[in-house]
């Protein structure tokens, strides 16, 4: 297991248009999380799932933004209608549930530019 | 509302001296805290946590400490090294699944 893997690495797509990131999480851990980062800013939580439900959405994740987590592996985070404000690295990060187990691992990110 | 935050935005130190960055929250109810260390083009990595029972907590090189008091976080670097030089978030939970981040500080190391 190399990871948490996240593709693509950078998207660039016109205003409008739907994208799609996917997550590959550490194949043990039961928890997987979204989060945004602008630049210079620490990382938003966005929605958190564990095994394949999804518990929690911050009011961050608008209506044009779904994500999923069929078989409680990999996770799929779809933008619709993209705007220039959704420019950002989108993380995703996982963890194994459990007392004193909330440092997670993060993937390198999908840096979405919206143009 | 919740808010975890830094007081320097950028720390800059010589190769070879101790590195100490700050972070205040305001949710008296957090009861658990990580620093995070992110490189360019890299995910945050989870450098050390502290359960709020605790005042201090010592890994490698790194030591946190935590004054639930004045409501203040620090991590300390020792002997900080060029491979130092990142970003480093504190981050809070307070009972839930997610985790709030402060803005980072970034940390410059001079040779």
């Known amino acids: 297991d190399t990871g948490v893997s996240q593709d693509p690495r950078h998207k660039i797509t016109k205003r409008g248009q739907n994208v799609t990131f996917r997550c590959d999480p550490i194949s043990e851990h039961n928890r997987l999380y979204w989060y945004r980062q602008t630049l210079g800013q620490g990382p938003e939580f966005l929605t958190y799932f564990q095994n394949e439900a999804q518990l929690e959405k911050s009011r961050l994740l608008s209506d044009r933004f779904s994500a999923e987590r069929p078989k409680g592996s990999f996770s799929t985070l779809e933008i619709q209608r993209t705007e220039q404000g959704d420019s950002a690295m989108y993380l995703c990060?996982?963890?194994?549930?459990?007392?004193?187990?909330?440092?997670?691992?993060f993937g390198s990110g999908t840096r979405l530019t919206v143009v | 509302g919740e808010s975890v935050g830094l007081h320097l935005p950028t720390l800059s130190v010589q190769e070879g001296d101790n590195s100490i960055i700050n972070c205040a929250y305001s949710n008296s109810a957090s009861d658990y805290f990580i620093w995070y260390k992110q490189e360019s083009g890299k995910g945050p990595q989870f450098i050390i946590d502290i359960r709020s029972n605790m005042d201090k907590r010592q890994g490698q090189r790194v030591t946190v400490l935590l004054n639930k008091t004045v409501k203040h976080l620090s991590l300390q670097i020792a002997a900080t090294q060029p491979g130092d030089s990142a970003v480093y978030f504190c981050a809070e939970k307070t009972g839930g699944f997610k985790t709030i981040f402060g803005a980072g500080t970034r940390l410059f190391v001079k040779a």
């Open positions: 990060a996982s963890s194994f549930g459990g007392e004193g187990a909330y440092g997670y691992t």
